[in-house]
Every structure is written in structure tokens, then in C-alpha cells.
T-cell receptor, first 107, second 112 residues
Framework: RKEVEQDPGPFNVPEGATVAFNCTYSNSASQSFFWYRQDCRKEPKLLMS???SGNEDGRFTAQLNRASQYISLLIRDSKLSDSATYLC????????FGTGTSLTVIP | NAGVTQTPKFRILKIGQSMTLQCAQD?????MYWYRQDPGMGLKLIYYSVGAGITDKGEVPNGYNVSRSTTEDFPLRLELAAPSQTSVYFC???????????FGDGTRLSIL
């Protein structure tokens, strides 16, 4: 079983929609979690860190549920520029990336 | 603020050639990583290092070697290039075990 698993999508949503991604992790000892954004053929860039019960940054909200071992990312009022692949990450001895969820925001 | 710097950005190799992908960070980070990403696929960890003089294998280490003689530099060596090593290579670093990773721009490598 992979350390971190996420639905690869693709998610195709209209502009202005709200979209949510979930990610599950298998290592209950994982301490920190992150969401990254990766544009086509570019390096992953940190979108949000997720600590304890979660956090919000503008249109983006990340939640951590330790009991069920999943993290989520909610994007409100989707913009065309949100189209990208979103990677969830859990840390343990290493840094475990999910395979990514593809989002396309349609005009 | 340079962050993580990878060179070269692009390279074409012939089968059997060797080369070194360079990675340097100026953030005094202890942890450094090498990943490869094939088209449409996720990141796969090749090697990582938790500090100068310490390296460990990741998920796909075969065909690669690394060294970490200084905190700043973490070069990745391909000894006998094979077509299966055509990929985009990303180097990343982070300060501590609960800190996020910072990535370089990547090296796009084609082996023909």
C-alpha cells in the first residue's frame, strides 16, 4: 500500500465552482502534511502547509482528520488559473507524495 | 534569494554516455532529494540525504549515484545512460523533518 493515496481525477469544473480533493495516508506517525501545486512540466510549488486541525488561505482551505487519516483541500470560487495538478504530501522518515489530482477549470 | 538551483536545464545524451546533474541550495538545509518524473506520472524518489556525508536510496536508485560532500551540493550521477532514464529530474531540499520541500526548476534529460 502506498504511503499517500489520492484520486487522480481528472476534475473538470466550471469557473466559480467549489471543488474538494481528498488524500489518505497510511502512516499514523506522520506529523506534517502539505499540499503542492504542479503546473505542466514545471516544478511542484508549495500551496499550503496543513498542521493540526487545518488552515485557510484565501479561497483555499486545508483540513486534517487524524482519526480517519485523511487530508483535504477545498478550493472555492475556482479560477481558470487554478488549473493544475494538486499533490498531497505526508512526512515520516521521508517525504511521501501522492500521485496528484488533475484539475481543469472550464470557462 | 536563489533557493534550489539545478543545472543544466536541458540535456540530450547518447546511450552509454555519463553525466552529472548538479543541485545546489543556499538555504543551509540539511535534507536534500532527487526525484524523477516521467510524462503524466508522479514523482519517484531516486536518492536522498539527511546531511553532509549521508545518503540513502529511494524508490528507484538503480542506474544512479549521489554524493553529499557539503551541505550545499547534492549532485546526481548517471554512469551509463539508458533510454529508460529519459525524464525530468527535480532536486529538492528542506530544513527539517516537518518542514516543506523546496524544488529546483528541474533538468529535462533525453537519452537517444
Amino acid at each position: 500500500r502506498k504511503e499517500v493515496e489520492q484520486d487522480p481525477g481528472p476534475f473538470n469544473v466550471p469557473e466559480g465552482a467549489t471543488v474538494a480533493f481528498n488524500c489518505t495516508y497510511s502512516n499514523s506517525a506522520s506529523q506534517s502534511f502539505f499540499w503542492y501545486r504542479q503546473d505542466c512540466r514545471k516544478e511542484p510549488k508549495l500551496l499550503m502547509s496543513v498542521y493540526s486541525s487545518g488552515n485557510e488561505d484565501g479561497r483555499f482551505t486545508a483540513q486534517l482528520n487524524r482519526a480517519s487519516q485523511y487530508i483535504s483541500l477545498l478550493i472555492r470560487d475556482s479560477k481558470l488559473s487554478d488549473s493544475a495538478t494538486y499533490l498531497c504530501v505526508g512526512t515520516g522518515n521521508q517525504f511521501y507524495f501522492g500521485t496528484g489530482t488533475s484539475l481543469t477549470v472550464i470557462p | 534569494n536563489a533557493g534550489v538551483t539545478q543545472t543544466p536545464k536541458f540535456r540530450i545524451l547518447k546511450i552509454g554516455q555519463s553525466m552529472t546533474l548538479q543541485c545546489a541550495q543556499d538555504m543551509n538545509h540539511n535534507y536534500m532529494y532527487w526525484y524523477r518524473q516521467d510524462p503524466g506520472m508522479g514523482l519517484k524518489l531516486i536518492y536522498y540525504s539527511v546531511g553532509a556525508g549521508i545518503t540513502d536510496k529511494g524508490e528507484v536508485p538503480n542506474g544512479y549515484n549521489v554524493s553529499r560532500s557539503t551541505t550545499e551540493d547534492f549532485p546526481l550521477r548517471l554512469e551509463l545512460a539508458a533510454p529508460s532514464q529519459t525524464s525530468v529530474y527535480f532536486c529538492a531540499s528542506r530544513q527539517g523533518s516537518n518542514q516543506p520541500q523546496h524544488f529546483g526548476d528541474g533538468t529535462r534529460l533525453s537519452i537517444l
